[in-house]
């Protein structure tokens, strides 16, 4: 068995390779991680969701980690994994274990490992922890002692980050502002790590808040924990009926955003994130550049052109976005996926912090999020964005791979290629401002061709010629 780290950690289906054992072998892994850099004596936070067993695999986690005598900070109820992300500042923990498969099908658990700089491992760390862990598992060998006997030995220290975080998020957050607005919002945690966050920190705004799927089900209601415009029909038509403001969901470890406007109109990941750095850059009155993955949206570009800033583009996955705020000072990071972090904030996304700054900004402009968008088309041009997953063949994959490395199209669609970018799969900007990204699934025969236009006609023309160009 090979246990492999991906963007965001590592996860399987329970009962399949995520068993107690197989999870113990990770923590060993990160374990010789942690005291290899000589950082035991500062511990490690352990934070969990919403899924089936999530505690009790946490238990198993602090049984490996008090056993290579690394104390553990147990947040003791399920906690969101940006929560988790603060404790680690919280606490100068040397990192957190979070035990959470995200917006993944009910059957899957995960393990996510957050270093002591509170975002998500680099592949630097996780490089190591591959090799620990395999390590691990070819030797069958982990240290663990008995989670009774490791409380007993003062290793278990109970924590809630809940009171800090929320007063964190006062402190970045103009909750005076929302105070004002009076506003009445839907939210939805989706059964998910969220509940009991959100909704208590807008209620303390003189906010209205009504909150559905906000208990534990481990099944989501039979559907997945993905904040996306297809999931959060239940949402739409409440936002509607109850004549609400806003609606605001999490995903199953809230740290990825969904947003209903008052209409009942989904507000995609791509137009929150120009949004907010137009909300901080104009209202706020802050200065500085924007980080975002080679597939979000260049409505950010516009934005920060207009402004004399900078645009860090990064391979997609947010560790990279983090990185970018940590040392570039990127005041907005974010990704087309629902990832979002400031300035002043954990190089961590937050689904939280996302909807608190949508809420900001309605509070602030007195107007449906529709109409702010209409505002910036009128000053920056329209854009329409669209991911396409194109399944193919395992053999079809790697013909078109090899094919995409020499590709250099002169046009697309008729519209001539300006610049190619292969940051993270093969980019090709053109001439009018238009473009195309085409990156490979890591897992399955799968391409995901993302595109970028000004109308919907232009935009299919573009998804055709692309496939065109890859026979796909």
């Excluded at 900070?73 to 906690?79: K, L």
Aim: some cysteine; proline content about 4%; charged content about 25%.
């Amino acid at each position: 068995m090979t246990i492999k780290f991906g963007t965001d950690g590592w996860r399987e289906i329970m009962a399949g390779e995520f068993t107690f054992q197989n999870v113990k072998f990770v923590t060993q892994a990160i374990a010789e991680y942690i005291n290899d850099k000589a950082m035991g004596d500062r511990g490690v936070v352990i934070g969990y969701d919403n899924r089936f067993l999530s505690e009790h695999f946490a238990e198993a986690v602090a049984e490996v980690l008090c056993g290579n005598n690394i104390k553990v900070f147990m947040t003791g109820r399920a906690t969101p994994t940006p929560v988790t992300a603060f404790a680690v500042k919280m606490h100068n923990a040397a990192g957190a274990v979070m035990l959470t498969a995200s917006h993944n099908p009910p059957q899957y658990n995960g393990i996510k490992f957050i270093p002591e700089y509170a975002g998500p491992a680099l592949p630097y760390i996780t490089d190591v922890l591959e090799k620990n862990v395999n390590e691990v598992v070819n030797s069958r060998k982990y240290k663990d002692i008995r989670y009774d006997k490791a409380i007993e030995a003062g290793l278990v220290i109970d924590v809630d980050p809940f009171p800090e975080y929320i007063s964190h998020l006062k402190n970045i957050i103009d909750i005076n502002k929302i105070r004002e607005a009076g506003l009445k919002i839907i939210v939805d945690p989706m059964y998910g790590a969220g509940i009991g966050y959100l909704d208590h920190i807008l209620k303390e705004a003189g906010c209205s808040v009504e909150v559905i799927h906000g208990i534990r089900d481990p099944l989501f209601g039979g559907s997945l924990p993905e904040p996306s415009e297809k999931v959060l029909t239940e949402l739409r038509d409440k936002v509607v009926s109850q004549k609400a403001d806003l609606g605001l969901a999490m995903d199953g470890d809230a740290d990825r955003f969904g947003i209903i406007d008052s209409d009942g109109t989904y507000i995609s990941p791509n137009q929150v994130l120009y949004l907010i750095y137009f909300h901080l850059l104009n209202s706020r009155g802050l200065k500085g550049p924007v980080a975002r993955s080679v597939a979000t949206t260049h409505m950010l570009d516009r934005i920060a052109g207009h402004y004399g800033f900078e645009v860090d583009e990064t391979p997609v996955g947010f560790k990279y976005i983090g990185e970018s705020m940590m040392k570039k000072g990127s005041i907005l990071g974010g990704e087309e996926s629902g990832g979002l972090s400031i300035s002043g904030h954990i190089p961590e996304k937050d689904g939280i912090l996302a909807a608190m700054l949508i809420t900001e900004l309605v509070a602030e402009q007195k107007k449906p999020i529709r109409d702010i968008i209409r505002h910036i088309n009128e000053q920056f041009g329209s854009l329409i964005s669209q991911r396409l997953d194109i399944k193919t063949t395992p053999e079809k994959k790697e013909m078109v791979l090899s094919a995409l490395v020499e590709a250099k199209p002169a046009e697309i669609a008729g519209l001539a290629v300006s610049r190619t970018i292969a940051v993270d799969g093969k980019k090709f900007v053109m001439e009018e401002g238009s473009w195309v990204l085409i990156r490979a699934s890591g897992t399955e025969p799968l391409f995901r061709i993302y595109v970028e236009t000004d109308s919907t006609d232009k935009l299919k023309e573009i998804q055709n010629a692309t496939r065109e160009l890859l026979m796909l």
